[in-house]
């Protein structure tokens, strides 16, 4: 799939801008603090509804204007069918719209798919075990759309289940009558927190042996990389829904009377863990930090090749000043992979020299200051 144009009024830093992007890759170069990541941001939100940086809708309306209202509007294509998708906001309510007719986030990730590459991505080996849920969930509601509804209901079960248990521990509701309320969430509870963790270990399962592949081939190491799935201290790798099913349940049990004092739900996918093991070592303690970025790209590389074999188009990837921050060996692997995967690319960079790196063919030179953009030249 790709993005043919863009149009952003409003958003961040840009007042306005338009742009047509090429079909491969597009280098979006610039100094720091230009608004790189910013269209990248935009890219995102217009296909999937969602921004990858933190902070609330308002701090996306450009504040130097006086026009409150936003809005990002692109032109889609995917396999033969184009679209008109427009992102708005207006005083803190989004409206997002396809061929002028109203839409949701999850009709976006239904239609679209855009896998991101940033700096803190790369770095989630060594970040809390919540950076690695969030990679992990990104990545599983990309390759199956329908998990978007999934990963909603289940976050509406555990605070219906946290409000509950808070209740009781603050005495605000006495255990007789909070007790049996919590009996009668934790079906549903434990139903969709089975199925989130189904999802989550059956794409690890299929794109992590293509992972270990790529990990290899680009890092020129034979050391073989395997993954392990942690809930409470137990591998749940290999097991089957119902084997997920009863360990749950059986947790609930034993950890009745914490969840109680402590106020909060202590089982669950929110509290699982993914370690990459390298020769078998965490890699967490035994990897270099370019080893562990290595990792982490190979298992986005291989979640882009599963996407494809799947659904027989790839991706837009956005790789936000990711380069600089790649040992040499890797650099090339990735790449290599650019130049070879037939996948629009939005790249920004601050290095002048990095277009030489790429392929030619198709390449689409822009760059970026103070908010403003130029249309854009081929290379030659
Ligand atoms: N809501 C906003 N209104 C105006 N400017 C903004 C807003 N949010 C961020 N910015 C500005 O955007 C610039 C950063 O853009 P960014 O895309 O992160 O830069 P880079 O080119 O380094 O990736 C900063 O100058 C920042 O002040
Ligand atoms: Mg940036």
């Known amino acids: 799939m790709q993005i043919k144009r863009i149009e952003i009024s409003n958003f961040r830093n840009f007042c306005f801008i338009e742009i047509g992007l090429g079909a491969r890759i597009n280098l979006i170069l610039g100094q720091n603090g230009q608004g790189k990541t910013n269209l990248l941001e935009s890219v995102y939100l217009l296909t999937t509804g969602t921004s990858f940086r933190y902070g609330d809708v308002e701090s ?9 209202r936003l ?9 033969g069918l184009v679209s008109d998708v427009r992102y708005s906001l207006t005083n803190r309510t989004r409206t997002i719209e396809i061929n002028g007719k109203k839409s949701t986030t999850t009709k976006l990730t239904e239609l679209f798919s855009t896998v991101l590459f940033s700096p803190e991505s790369l770095m989630s080996i060594k970040g809390p075990p919540e950076q690695r849920r969030e990679l992990l969930d990104e990545m599983v509601i990309s390759i199956n759309q329908g998990s978007r509804t999934l990963f909603t209901q289940f976050r509406r079960a555990l605070r219906s289940r946290n409000r509950i248990l808070s209740a009781i521990a603050q005495g605000e509701m006495s255990r007789n009558l909070g007790v049996p309320v919590l009996e009668s969430l934790n ?19 299929k794109i992590m042996p293509l992972a270990a592949e790529i990990f290899s081939s680009i890092t020129r190491n034979a050391t073989p990389l395997s993954l392990e799935y942690v809930a409470s201290g137990n591998s749940f790798l290999k097991k089957e829904l119902t084997d997920i099913y009863d360990a749950m349940h059986k947790r609930k049990i034993e950890l009745f009377e914490s969840e109680l004092s402590a106020g909060t739900t202590i089982i669950g996918p929110q509290k699982h863990d993914i370690q990459f093991r390298y020769g078998g070592k965490d890699s967490r303690i035994y990897c270099s930090q370019g080893q562990q970025r290595a990792i982490i790209l190979s298992l986005k590389i291989a979640q882009i090749r599963y996407h494809y074999e799947l659904y027989k188009f790839f991706p837009i990837l956005l790789l936000d000043d990711v380069m600089s921050e790649l ?3 890797v650099r090339k692997g990735l790449i290599t992979f650019l130049n070879e995967t037939d996948a629009q690319t939005l790249i920004t960079t601050t290095d002048v020299n990095l277009h030489e790196e790429l392929s030619g063919k198709g390449l689409v030179l822009y760059s970026m200051f103070n908010g403003k953009i130029d249309p854009g030249s081929a290379k030659i």
């Not at 996306?60 to 409150?68: K, S, V």
């Not at 809005?71 to 396999?79: H, K, M, V, W």
């Not at 139903?191 to 399962?205: C, F, G, N």
């Open 60 to 68: 996306y309306i450009n504040f130097t204007q006086p026009d409150p």
């Open 71 to 79: 809005l990002i509007r692109g032109t889609l294509e995917r396999q």
């Open 187 to 205: 079906p549903t509870y434990f139903d969709l927190a089975v199925k989130i963790t189904m999802s989550r270990l059956s794409l690890l399962r």
């Open 327 to 329: 040992d040499p060996e």
